[in-house]
T-cell receptor, first 113, second 112 residues
Framework: DADVTQTPRNRITKTGKRIMLECSQT?????MYWYRQDPGLGLRLIYY???????NKGEISDGYSVSRQAQAKFSLSLESAIPNQTALYFC????????????FGPGTRLLVL | DAKTTQPTSMDCAEGRAANLPCNHS???????VYWYRQIHSQGPQYIIH???NNETNEMASLIITEDRKSSTLILPHATLRDTAVYYC?????????????FGKGTKLSVKP
């Protein structure tokens, strides 16, 4: 969905490096989410934010941090990347009144060597 | 702690209806059934949701049994572009988190 964009789309990094994945949305939604997907598995929630001043941990937040810089922007950081963080990362947004209908970005494919 | 059970994979002939089942025997009264799909490595896409009545939109129909313990997603005329993993998700509408819990889904292969 072009209303939710993620940068970069692909990234290769080395163990121990700090990297940031960015998500922007033009849907005007107040809620934003970061998920990760490993091969053959469903998505798992890392962090979510209900508005600019609200940050919540999801199922697998260890090793990650997030920043909600504005309503439209939600970034995910890996402070010190490790190989088992190699995965496909998705950002999603939803409206507070229809929060279960989420709109996903195209994903960022991350490889940690 | 999966709330739903879906077959791992299904095949469907192009142009025929695809019927994807989902069991959610522990569903509670305020939980909705949501369906999403994910076409190869793309972001998941919302399809439809329902509480107890059957629902239809431009993409699909959702049939929920009277006891709400199972449901079926119907793609009336499957095309090759409908090949994807389909996720059935049970969720408390208006829940505090609003995050979707994805299982492994059903891999639907539409064949010519």
């Amino acid at each position: 969905d072009a209303d939710v964009t993620q940068t970069p789309r692909n990234r290769i990094t080395k163990t121990g490096k700090r990297i940031m994945l960015e998500c922007s949305q033009t849907k005007g939604h107040d809620r934003m989410y970061w998920y990760r997907q490993d091969p053959g598995l469903g998505l798992r929630l890392i962090y979510y934010s209900f508005d600019v001043k609200d940050i919540n941990k999801g199922e697998i937040s260890d090793g990650y941090s997030v920043s909600r810089q504005a309503q439209a922007k939600f970034s995910l950081s890996l402070e010190s990347a490790i190989p088992n963080q190699t995965a496909l990362y998705f950002c999603a947004t939803s409206d507070s009144t229809i929060r279960e209908t989420q709109y996903f970005g195209p994903g960022t494919r991350l490889l940690v060597l | 702690d999966a709330k739903t059970t879906q077959p791992t994979s299904m095949d469907c002939a192009e142009g025929r209806a695809a019927n994807l089942p989902c069991n959610h025997s522990t569903i509670s009264g305020n939980e909705y059934v949501y369906w999403y799909r994910q076409i190869h490595s793309q972001g998941p896409q919302y399809i439809i949701h329902g509480l107890k009545n059957n629902e239809t939109n431009e993409m699909a129909s959702l049939i929920i049994t009277e006891d709400r313990k199972s449901s079926t997603l119907i793609l009336p005329h499957a095309t090759l572009r409908d090949t994807a993993v389909y996720y059935c998700i049970v969720m408390n509408y208006g829940g505090s988190q609003g995050n979707l819990i994805f299982g492994k889904g059903t891999k639907l292969s539409v064949k010519p």
